[in-house]
């Protein structure tokens, strides 16, 4: 990511030392390194932000992927927590006919550790299925879908949710919190689904427990600039301040559960949280692919050859890599390439934060240094909150937990950049805030994106009947036709190829009626 400056100034170096300092940046980039705990941009598709696409094994297989996770008091429900986590990486909105889907033979985890001693007290697994109700056509929904239970919505998904709660890492005792949920689809689009918000509410569940649960397609919530891997910006530095993760969608699991049912006690209210994906593989056993608590942690600082191990480990078990966090890559970067004086190694400031908690706020007692996204229970929501979180005076707010307003890229950046040991600056990627609207309750992510990114088809404006040599075949939702006169896309292909055909044909018959043998 290019450091944004607010106040600093960007003169001062000549065109060759930039163009030295651009080579050097692409080859530690190239290295798997520029950005740690919290700090890094990368490019969709070819590369990662926060966790999206963040380790070589897990770039490529998305449906187990974490991208982040969120933790936070629940501002309309103070005695609850909050706990959103996604998956699939840069989901594009009209990338049919197989939409997005949870994976089958996938364990979905959300992790506990309410003593500070790096291991499970309690975990929320989520195992899913997948559901279809015609395999005689290629479509995902064959209409209009009025709601979760509508035959026109081919492809469905449920799923089961079990509490384990663990003594000396061993399942003690399971319980079953809800069996056979419906998941909410992808957002077809408009004609579609004219009505998402509905479907997405008949997604929310309450469990018998006191818990609520949603699971299906969002808006990311997760906003940088990514365009670090053109060769910083295309050698273009006034092309920063892009939220790259604009127009995507990734794939929501949320959890709301009682205070108490999670923490200790109410004199020890500090949780960790994180999640993990765990992969059945061909012997019917699971094992675990991806692991995501802090933001931006294992994508970019950890290097290439921890990566995958990262994604296979335990919270207690981060010893291992220690040395990355106490003598991290990126501030180097940074004083290479802006002349940034670099903290003082070691990084114990670093440990504190990241790995214990701040103390005072959220590190629990006899804390064991592990990644975990900590939260302080008994933190009451602000009631104006700052997106720059506790370096901002603002408790409620990163690191103690993590708000989907939070904004991580330039808090983490700041941190690293010595912001607690004395070395104040407001570095930053440009990007404050995230696209679209957040709701103001229970699941709070933003409704998925439908529609292309390009143009619209020449000759139309919005809100124009969609219209073809076919006839009234295709017409947007809301045109005023009843709902039988409406055919669906299907159809309308089957006859343009119905056409083709019959003009093919033609064609082949006057060939050999022309030819002379």
Same mark, same amino acid.
């Given at each position: ?8 100034? *960007? ?162 005792? *399971? +319980? ?30 309450? +469990? ?35 939220? +790259? ?33 765990? *992969? *059945? ?83 629990? @007692?006899?804390?064991? @240094? ?66 679209? +609207? ?80």
């Amino acid at each position: 990511m290019t450091p944004h400056f607010s106040r600093r100034g *960007r003169s001062g170096r000549s065109g060759t030392g930039r163009t030295g300092l651009v080579t050097l940046l692409c080859g530690a980039l190239a290295a798997g390194g520029l950005t740690a705990a919290g700090v890094a941009s990368l490019a969709p598709g070819t590369a990662s932000a926060s966790s999206h696409r963040e380790a070589p094994l897990i770039s490529g297989t998305p449906q187990y992927d974490n991208t982040d996770v969120y933790a936070f008091v629940s501002p309309d429900k103070p005695d609850t927590t909050t706990v959103v986590a996604n998956w699939i990486p840069f989901e594009e909105p009209s990338g049919g006919p197989n939409f997005y889907t949870f994976a089958d033979d996938a364990q979905y985890d959300i992790h506990v550790d309410n003593n500070g001693d790096a291991h499970d007290d309690l975990v929320f697994r989520y195992t899913f299925k997948t559901h279809t109700k015609n395999g005689n056509t290629f479509l995902y929904n064959t209409g209009v879908v009025k709601s979760l239970d509508d035959p026109n919505l081919n492809i469905t998904q449920t799923y089961d949710i079990d509490l384990l709660r663990f003594k000396h890492d061993r399942v003690a005792y *399971r +319980t079953r919190l809800a069996e056979d949920v419906p998941v909410a689809p992808s957002n077809v689009g408009k004609a579609s689904m004219p009505d998402y918000a509905k479907l997405r509410y008949q997604a929310i569940y309450k +469990t018998p427990g006191g818990a609520t649960t949603f699971a299906g397609q969002a808006a990311d919530p997760f906003f940088a600039d990514l365009r670090v891997f053109d060769l910083l910006y295309g050698g273009n530095l006034s092309e920063v301040g892009n939220n +790259t993760l604009k127009g995507y969608n990734v794939n929501t699991i949320a959890l709301q559960v009682p205070n108490d049912l999670i923490r200790e006690s109410s004199k020890q209210p500090v949780v960790g949280i994180w999640s993990t994906t765990q *992969r *059945r593989n061909a012997q019917g056993y699971y094992t675990q692919v991806s692991r995501l608590g802090n933001p931006l942690v294992n994508e970019v600082v950890n290097p290439q050859k921890d990566k995958d191990r990262f994604n296979a480990s335990q919270p207690a078990y981060d010893g291992q890599f220690l040395n990355n966090v106490t003598h991290p890559e990126l501030p180097k970067l940074i004083e290479q390439i802006y002349k940034i004086k670099a903290p003082s190694e070691p990084r114990n400031d670093l440990v504190d934060v990241f790995l214990k908690g701040v103390k005072g706020l959220n590190q629990p @007692p006899y804390v064991r @240094p592990s990644e975990e996204l900590r939260l302080n229970t008994s933190i009451k929501p602000s009631m104006h909150p700052k997106r720059l979180g506790v370096l901002d005076g603002d408790k409620a707010g990163f690191p103690n937990g993590r708000r989907l307003t939070d904004d991580v890229v330039d808090e983490a950046l700041q941190v690293m950049e010595g912001a607690l040991v004395g070395m104040k600056n407001d570095l930053g990627d440009g990007v404050d805030k995230a696209d679209g +609207t957040f709701e103001k309750s229970f699941p709070y992510v933003a409704e998925p994106n439908s529609g292309s990114h390009g143009p619209l088809a020449k000759g139309t404006t919005a809100g124009t009947d969609v219209r073809s040599q076919l006839g009234d075949a295709l017409q947007p939702a809301g045109s005023g036709t009843s709902d039988n006169t409406v055919l669906i896309a299907a159809s309308a292909a089957s006859g343009a190829a119905g056409i083709l055909l019959l003009g093919t044909a033609f064609a082949w018959w006057r060939r050999r009626v022309q030819r002379p043998y």
